[in-house]
């Protein structure tokens, strides 16, 4: 499977209308989060892939696509946060959000909070293991792991419980998006127990077998 992962940026070289053409064989969109859906959904329309995502941290409920019409969600796709989806049959979930920084925002979560929305996800993942064999191959969320990627900052800390999700479901991917990369020697991908951690920011196109 070929995926297009995004997150946090719109990127003009992309956001064209040749995408088609210089991406032609790309199976699914990943949408890791703080991004427009206008934007989503012409990297969905253009490149006629399913397409899954997650909410960051300043997304907003509401927004608007480039015919002015208000949406809160993309008809067609998968908002993926505490949900599983089987796609040509690579198991994917989904968990949106930072690390709580300011009180009252949606998208925002304390490690309490972010481990009861992973509570609510295990029975999904319990029954992929029935059917499948397995949890899942790929977590998508908008921040990383604590230690992995993030900074020292609260709003770019890390979630720690998803240290304690990757050892026990043992996703072999985990995209993730929140931390702006300025400098071409910046780690992007490290290997975690049994799960390859990528900050796909701004834009990655990644192959999983």
Do not use: W
């Not at 800390?157 to 990369?181: D, E, Y």
């Amino acid at each position: 499977m070929k995926i297009l992962a995004v997150s946090d940026r719109v990127v003009d070289h992309i956001y064209c209308s040749n995408l088609r053409q210089k991406y032609p064989d790309i199976d699914l969109v990943v949408g890791c989060g703080d991004l427009p859906l206008y934007y989503l959904d012409f990297l969905f329309s253009a490149l006629e892939a399913p397409l899954v995502y997650v909410r960051g941290n300043h997304d907003k409920a509401e927004q608007y696509l480039a015919d002015n019409r208000v949406i809160t969600e993309i008809e067609g796709a998968t908002n993926l946060h505490g949900r599983t989806a089987n796609i040509e049959g690579h198991l994917l979930a989904g968990l949106e959000g930072s690390m709580r920084y300011r009180p009252n925002r949606p998208y925002m979560y304390t490690e309490s909070e972010m481990r009861g929305q992973i509570a609510k996800l295990i029975p999904r993942l319990l029954l992929n293991r029935q059917r499948y064999g397995r949890y899942l191959d790929v977590l998508v969320t908008h921040s990383p792991p604590f230690g992995i990627h993030d900074k020292p900052d609260l709003p770019h800390t890390g979630f720690k419980v998803f240290l304690t999700f990757m050892q026990l479901f043992k996703p072999r991917h985990l995209l993730h998006g929140h931390i702006h990369i300025y400098r071409q020697d910046t780690i992007t991908e490290t290997k975690h127990l049994n799960t390859i951690v990528t900050n796909v920011y701004p834009y990655k196109v990644l192959e999983i077998e």
